[in-house]
């Protein structure tokens, strides 16, 4: 049948990036950048009532040369706003973003002359949570809709 | 008691108190700058009065609604008297110091750089005369009521501006 024409690279390459992705997003080690109140929310998330172990996300790591997903919970100032670049440039690739809460998407109802109004305006954003704070299954929900994110990308994810 | 406050204060610097009232306990003076630091140290130092813990120091802006501009506000309470007092100083936009009381209370030390880091009034003789809560480059003084609301000051290069 000449089924040896048939195993091309491109065959062999989707295999190869699913097998990868669904080991990527089972295995995401988080950077909690944690400024406010939705640090309770996440908390709440990590722990065992929720349990976001249960996605394959439990372990938070607190140097960001370890970690692949950037959560970023809270309010960040223009003050705040080198550092959270530092810490996003330190992330080996590839490496996600997800933006926690109202304040961390858009600034919040803090409009005003110390807040950066969204994260997405110093770096690339992949999942927003809405919610003053989010209950943890929109959390979750969004961690979900991540995983599903990485489950598509190609081999080579770009940064 | 009360009255007390008011009237040793009075009686003592009469030429630099203009004016006063007392509502509901709380007592309040208008004090001229000239000998601000003379009269915080009578007040702490006075045995009667006795003031020895620094409560609050705010600037009020009252951009276009009173003249002179801004109104720098103390208040005080003393511990083993048992009372407070309010004093404020009138201060003009253009002429916007007043002599700092960190010699009296080093407790003000950093009240003192928050009213001049958001509302621009110096306070002449502080030995750290810096911004305190905005950062080194920052322009203007953001709780001024004529500062732009929209202003924003970003300390990194933002997304859609690299390249």
């Known amino acids: ?159 | 008691m009360s009255k007390n406050v008011l009237e040793r204060l009075q009686a003592r610097f009469a030429d630099q108190v203009e004016e006063t009232h007392s509502n509901q306990g709380d007592d309040t003076a208008y004090v001229k700058r000239d000998k601000l630091v003379e009269l915080l140290t009578f007040l702490r130092d006075d045995a009667e009065l006795a003031f020895n813990l620094p409560v609050d120091l705010t600037v009020v802006d009252w951009y276009q609604k009173r003249e002179p501009r801004f109104e720098v506000v103390y208040h005080l309470y003393s511990t083993t008297k048992k009372h407070r007092v309010r004093l404020k100083v009138r201060v003009d936009e253009d002429d916007a110091r007043v002599p700092s009381s960190f010699p009296v209370w080093p407790g003000f030390d950093w009240f003192e750089r928050e009213a001049w880091d958001l509302y621009g009034v110096r306070f002449e003789g502080h030995p750290n005369h810096t911004r305190i809560m905005m950062w080194e480059g920052f322009e203007g003084h953001p709780l001024r009521k004529d500062y732009p609301i929209n202003k924003r000051q970003p300390l990194t290069t933002l997304l859609g501006e690299q390249k």
């Not at chain 1, 109202?102 to 005003?112: I, L, P, R, V």
Request: with cysteine; charged share 20%; proline share 7%.
């Open chain 1, 1 to 159: 049948m000449g089924l040896e024409g048939q195993l091309t690279g491109t065959f062999v390459g989707t295999r190869l990036s699913d097998a990868l992705n669904w080991a990527r997003k089972y295995s995401l080690f988080q950077y909690p950048f944690v400024t406010a109140c939705c640090g309770m929310e996440f908390m709440a998330t990590a722990c065992s009532h929720y349990d976001i172990s249960r996605f394959g996300a439990e372990i938070p790591r607190f140097s960001p040369r370890q970690a692949d997903l950037l959560f970023v919970v809270g309010t960040v100032s223009h003050k705040l706003a080198p550092v959270l670049r530092k810490v996003y440039d330190q992330m080996c690739d590839p490496k996600w973003v997800v933006a926690f809460g109202a304040c961390a998407s858009s600034g919040g109802f803090y409009d005003n002359y110390c807040t950066v109004q969204g994260i997405d305006t110093i770096i690339p954003v992949d999942v927003y949570i809405p919610g003053c704070p989010p209950r943890p299954e929109q959390v979750l929900d969004a961690l979900m809709m991540l995983q599903e994110k990485i489950q598509a990308e190609p081999l080579e994810k770009q940064a």
